[in-house]
């Protein structure tokens, strides 16, 4: 059982918009900033936003993040199949001492 | 570039013991906070230990306290880690990942090294 909640799946078709859920509490995402990984098939975890809303770097702008109290939220649009990958919230938990990540959701495009 | 590369992994028995590296390169090590976080076979990501830059500041998962040591070789541009007393429920691919922290104390980890897979198995 994750600290942090994410639906395990979600799916929509290319070209369609996809939102991910992450949710937890004011020991975690209310008072922390919340960080987004993409961790394609096989492949070692890539961060994809950080600071709630910031993208490093080579990360399209079809990827976006947003924190709203003890809830945080990936959003992808313009679907591609290269976007077929789990994808991961994390933040620091004040109350645990300790980073906690979501459980994960896999994205399918359809 | 930033590069992160994990070694040490392998296939060892319950009770028994494994030490992890991770050698750094493409930045200034001892500028940076640095983490361990596994993921076992089909699940998702747990943070396992992290180490300040200075290897002043260590904290574990309680599910591996007083069991795993988290250490740093900042002259040899290196993060280790000892695992002992070694459970079944340990097998995992181990990642280390630099922890970046911003101005304002926000942090993320970025990047991550490619992984070393740990089985524990009689």
């Known amino acids: 059982q994750s600290v942090l909640t994410q639906p395990p799946s979600v799916s929509a078709a290319p070209g369609q918009k996809v939102t991910i859920s992450c949710s937890g509490t004011n020991f975690n995402i209310d008072n922390n900033d919340i960080s987004w990984y993409q961790q394609l098939p096989g492949t070692a975890p890539k961060l994809l936003i950080y600071?709630?809303?910031k993208r490093p770097s080579g990360i399209p702008d079809r990827f976006s993040g947003s924190k709203s109290g003890t809830s945080a939220t990936l959003g992808i649009t313009g679907l591609q199949t290269g976007d077929e990958a789990g994808y991961y919230c994390g933040t620091w938990d004040s109350s645990l001492g300790a980073w906690v990540f979501g459980g994960g959701t896999k994205l399918t495009v359809l | 570039q930033v590069q992160l590369v994990e070694s040490g992994g392998g296939v060892v028995q319950p009770g028994k013991s494994l030490r992890l590296s991770c050698a750094a390169s493409g930045f200034t090590f001892s500028n940076f906070g640095m983490d361990w976080v596994r993921q076992a076979p089909g699940k998702g990501l747990e943070w396992v230990a992290g180490m300040s830059y200075d290897g002043s500041y260590k904290y574990y998962a309680d599910s591996v306290k007083g069991r795993f040591t988290v250490s740093r070789d900042n002259s040899k541009n290196t993060l280790y880690l000892q695992m002992n007393s070694l459970r079944g429920e340990d097998t995992a691919v181990f990642y280390c990942?630099?922890?970046?922290?911003?101005?304002?104390?926000?942090?993320?980890?970025?990047?991550w090294g490619q992984g070393t897979l740990v089985t524990v198995s009689s």
């Open positions: 600071d709630n809303n």
């Open positions: 990942a630099r922890h970046v922290i911003g101005a304002t104390g926000e942090s993320w980890f970025d990047p």
